[in-house]
């Protein structure tokens, strides 16, 4: 009897504890939420980065701007220290308008139509005077099979729609963007000399959204575009009556690699300093928009979070970096840089967060972590939902930080923010300032800040 009382005591006076612990936990996390509510910079920070420097593609004068914003903005949320990191980027010029004509006349009777085109980036140019041919509409890879005695000389267009029934949209983008990818190449084994692709994107508008191909080195290096929605489906109705040709001009080459930086903030650990807790965003974005939601909405987030944790007096266990990674767009080589000098140090990376699928409302996190962290993970669920983040699933973290868990098994996160209007925006030209919610924006830098903030307090 006298065991048994003693262990319901210290089975008692264990959930005292818990309860208690977390208890303080809730009052801090509701402390960082006050903080940021109500003296948020994070609203102030994008639209300077926006507005004032606007897009920022790696090796453009907007990166060199954006560094140096990034740097300053660092120093003044409150780093203990801040520096650039320096990395080789890739240096690819759009070079011009792009430009999708027809040239033969269309069902409603007329020719020369402009369609709405932007290169996808690192593509290569049409020359000055432009590819003219008769355009093959294909819907898959399987069908381009099926085409490809027809496909010589001609331009395949791949009109591939997002799934609508995903409803977390990044699974149509996954399904899709394949066509982008590797399309060019795909086309021009077959003799194609040139793509449109269509965008990706289920957006109910006709903005063209951009984004990385990347060329078989076995094949010809075809002009590609990507085309907008509405001018897509007018293009394939076109199609199923006549034949079409059209004129591709685009102008994009690349100029030798050049030097981009990673900006880094860092709070240093009280208790264990060797031990690294990465949260970051991506600082460069497409040429073609301001890059608001990818990713200026996941940097001042990260910013944010340094500038509150300061702010309240927050001193850390363990030293947090706050990383606005260089070149995520058209290369990764600010997010490996960073791991390949971590491990050249022989640093030591516990946790790493990233913020790139936009500043909308914050539904969750994805963790790619064992089955142990993920149970541990999951007892803090009641206390960060109450802020929008209520989804903890299986599978997360972000391309930047994907080369920690490479090279260290770093457990990695991701925010999940409402996927719904993410692709109306992704790397096309009203992904702007305007587009993004102050709010929406705030909760997002709350969420991630309570998980940091619990990641420091008990580790994994």
């Given at each position: 009897m006298f065991l048994f009382n003693r262990l319901v005591l210290l089975v008692s006076l264990f959930c005292i504890g818990v309860v208690q612990?977390?208890?303080?936990?809730?009052?801090?996390?509701?402390q960082l939420a006050d903080e940021i509510f109500l003296r948020s910079k994070a609203y102030e920070n994008l639209r300077v980065l926006t507005k004032n420097i606007g897009p920022r593609l790696a090796g453009s004068s907007g990166m060199v701007k954006a560094e140096k914003w990034g740097l300053a903005a660092m120093q003044s949320a409150g780093a203990d220290q801040a520096w650039m990191q320096a990395c080789m980027v890739?240096?690819?010029v759009r070079g011009g308008t792009d430009k999708a004509t027809t040239?033969?006349?269309t069902v409603a009777g007329k020719r020369g139509v402009s369609l709405d085109v932007v290169a996808l980036g690192n593509s290569f140019g049409s020359g000055p005077n432009g590819i003219t041919a008769e355009v093959v509409e294909v819907k898959s890879f399987e069908e381009l099979e099926l085409k490809k005695d027809q496909v010589k000389g001609k331009i395949v267009f791949y009109n591939y729609p997002f799934n609508a029934t995903y409803v977390k949209t990044f699974q149509a983008y996954g399904d899709a963007s394949k066509y982008r990818g590797q399309g060019p190449s795909q086309?021009?084994?077959?003799?194609a000399v040139g793509t449109i692709v269509r965008s990706m994107s289920h957006g109910a508008n006709n903005h063209p959204h951009t984004g990385s191909t990347r060329y078989d080195s076995s094949y010809a290096k075809i002009p590609a575009v990507a085309i907008g929605l509405e001018d897509a489906d007018q293009l394939s109705q076109w199609l199923e009556k006549q034949t079409v040709k059209v004129k591709l001009e685009t102008h994009g080459y690349f100029l030798p690699d050049t030097i981009g930086h990673n900006i880094i903030g860092e709070l240093k650990g009280a208790e264990f300093p060797d031990q690294i807790i990465t949260v970051g965003g991506h600082l460069d974005s497409w040429d073609n928009c301001e890059g608001a939601h990818d990713d200026g909405a996941g940097c001042v987030q990260t910013i944010e979070i340094l500038r509150?944790?300061?702010?309240?007096?927050y001193q850390p266990r363990h030293t947090?970096?706050?990383?606005?990674f260089a070149n995520e767009e058209n290369g990764l080589?600010?997010?490996t840089k960073y791991a390949e000098e971590a491990k050249e140090k022989n640093e030591k990376h516990i946790f790493a967060l990233e913020s790139d699928a936009g500043g909308f409302t914050p539904r969750g996190f994805g963790f790619s972590v064992s089955d142990e962290q993920f149970q541990k993970i999951t007892q803090w669920q009641s206390l960060i939902s109450p802020y929008g983040c209520s989804e903890f699933s299986r599978g997360g973290g972000g391309a930047d930080i994907g080369p920690l868990n490479r090279l260290f098994k770093t457990p990695l996160a991701g925010l999940q923010p409402d996927s719904q209007r993410y692709f109306d925006y992704h790397h096309a030209r009203n992904d702007v300032f305007e587009a993004v919610n102050r709010r929406e924006l705030e909760l997002g830098a709350i969420n991630m800040a309570a998980l940091i903030y619990l990641?420091?307090?008990y580790a994994l």
């Open positions: 612990a977390q208890s303080m936990d809730s009052i801090f996390i509701r890739p240096h690819w040239m033969v006349n086309a021009a084994k077959y003799g509150a944790f300061k702010a309240i007096g947090i970096r706050f990383v606005l080589r600010g997010g990641i420091d307090r």
